[in-house]
Nanobody
Framework: QVQLVESGGGLVQPGGSLRLSCAASGSILSIYSMGWYRQAPGKQRELVAAMTSGGSTNYADSVKGRFTISRDNAKNTVYLQMNSLKPEDTAVYYC?????????????????WGEGTLVTVSP
């Protein structure tokens, strides 16, 4: 139905930057919210940032002022620009699509997760 391709993770030194991308493909009519979650070893998955189709954003307090989320609705792609990275940002980052409308899938839509991309912040 829907395929997600994540890219942009890797190893970066503290203070560095990375840009994550997540491109969705398939018979997508619309996507209400696109966002990023992360899960560090031994911790629960947490919201990093999300953006609605209307442009409203939500950020975790720990990343405000450092991370910026954006989306290209025409390409069904969401980005996460991560600046001033810290070792505590090390985690697997997951793309999330919330309330994706598909032909014949009903008005509530469906949610999808990417496979995750590893971000490691280390000297």
């Amino acid at each position: 139905q829907v395929q997600l391709v994540e890219s942009g993770g890797g190893l970066v030194q503290p203070g560095g930057s990375l840009r994550l991308s997540c491109a969705a493909s398939g018979s997508i009519l619309s996507i209400y919210s696109m966002g990023w979650y992360r899960q560090a070893p031994g911790k629960q998955r947490e919201l990093v940032a999300a953006m609605t189709s209307g442009g409203s954003t939500n950020y975790a307090d720990s990343v405000k002022g450092r991370f910026t989320i954006s989306r290209d609705n025409a390409k069904n792609t969401v980005y996460l620009q991560m600046n001033s990275l810290k070792p505590e940002d090390t985690a697997v980052y997951y793309c999330n699509l919330n309330r994706v409308l598909l032909p014949g899938a009903g008005p509530r839509g469906m949610d999808f997760w990417g496979e995750g991309t590893l971000v490691t912040v280390s000297p």
